[in-house]
């Protein structure tokens, strides 16, 4: 087999520049103020072998720009290449067709039905594999530049189920909401109700508490997200500081329908990983709503059905695994 490449070949090398040159006929200027500029495919491909001028004299199409399609995601239709990952990422991966391509031609364009907002829970995939910045994220708009940007390794702050976010999808909870740190409506200083809840100092705080405490009369309910160093040392304080043996935690919130299955868990522990999950026969899903408590095992299990798996839930209410059930 001989391949021909641009490099080799004069007539591969125009038709290159030919299709380069068809993608940016429409294509705005925008790449000083967008927010895909200096890590965009398109932009590279164009300096590195695309032609130097554009023959297409008439006016470029526009649209309203840039068009929200939720209060997380806008869209600038001019941009688009029409590459369709966005809708294939609704269609295939999360089952969210919000996002679809409408009408033919010249005239296709990406968009959502009239009156409809983007509701995806996985919205923000789509803005991360857009490659020519048409869907960009409210949250960052016009922030910063790709190149001024430091990265780096770091852990999902959501539900701790997709730990690593460097290589998988992320939830918009996960991907959006670790801004609530810094949310003004926090509270910043202890409040003690006294006719009211009234700012106080920490001292005043422990002391009261302390009063609260005494004698064994307290309890201790510790949060799903504790390492087991925090988790043992609340434990310790309970025992010897609070002298109360009222302790009790759980992981996450779920319905006490699963509780005899937690029950039941096997002595060996949960050693089952995304890869298991995706090539299973047959996956039992009880009292767990997957796309609200973890949302990354819930595009597990759909890629799961797509690949014949034989899904069954266990719910008292109807949750997005539904859509996927064999038997519920």
């Not at 470029?60 to 369709?84: F, G, I, M, Q």
């Not at 299990?301 to 899904?311: L, M, P, S, V």
Request: proline share 6%; net charge neutral; charged share 25%.
């Amino acid at each position: 087999m001989k391949v021909f490449t641009q490099f080799t070949d004069e007539e591969v090398r125009k038709a290159q520049v030919s299709v380069l040159e068809l993608l940016l006929i429409n294509h705005p200027l925008d790449c000083p103020v967008c927010d895909r500029g200096g890590e965009c495919p398109l932009q590279d491909q164009a300096l590195a072998f695309g032609p130097g001028a554009s023959r297409y004299e008439e006016a470029k199409r526009t649209y309203r720009k840039p068009l929200p399609l939720s209060p997380l995601v806008n869209l600038d239709r001019e941009r688009c290449v029409l590459c369709a990952r966005c809708t294939r990422f609704c269609d295939q991966i999360s089952g969210d067709r919000f996002i679809e391509l409408f009408d033919r031609g010249g005239a296709e364009q990406v968009g959502i039905s009239a009156g409809q907002d983007f509701r995806s829970p996985f919205s923000g995939n789509t803005v991360q594999i857009c490659p020519v910045g048409a869907l960009t994220a409210t949250t960052y708009r016009f922030a910063a530049r790709p190149f001024d940007v430091a990265t780096g390794d770091t852990i999902c702050p959501h539900c701790g189920d997709n730990l690593d976010v460097n290589d998988a999808w992320a939830c918009d909870k996960g991907r959006f909401a670790f801004s609530f740190v810094d949310q003004p409506t926090r509270l910043t200083t202890p409040l003690l109700r006294d006719h009211g809840l009234e700012p106080a100092s920490f001292d005043e705080t422990l002391a009261a508490v302390a009063t609260w405490c005494r004698g064994g009369r307290a309890a201790v309910l510790a949060g799903g997200r504790l390492s087991n160093e925090d988790a043992y040392a609340l434990s310790k304080l309970a025992r010897t500081g609070l002298r109360t043996n009222d302790i009790d935690a759980r992981p996450f919130p779920c319905d006490p329908s699963a509780l005899p299955a937690e029950r039941a868990q096997a002595t060996g522990g949960m050693a089952v990983t995304y890869r298991d999950v995706e090539l299973a026969k047959l996956i039992v899903v009880v009292g767990l709503d997957a796309e609200q408590e973890v949302p990354i095992l819930h595009l597990r299990i759909r890629k799961a059905a797509r690949q014949g798996a034989r899904i069954v839930v266990i719910h008292p209410r109807r949750t997005r695994s539904y859509d996927v059930a064999e038997h519920v």
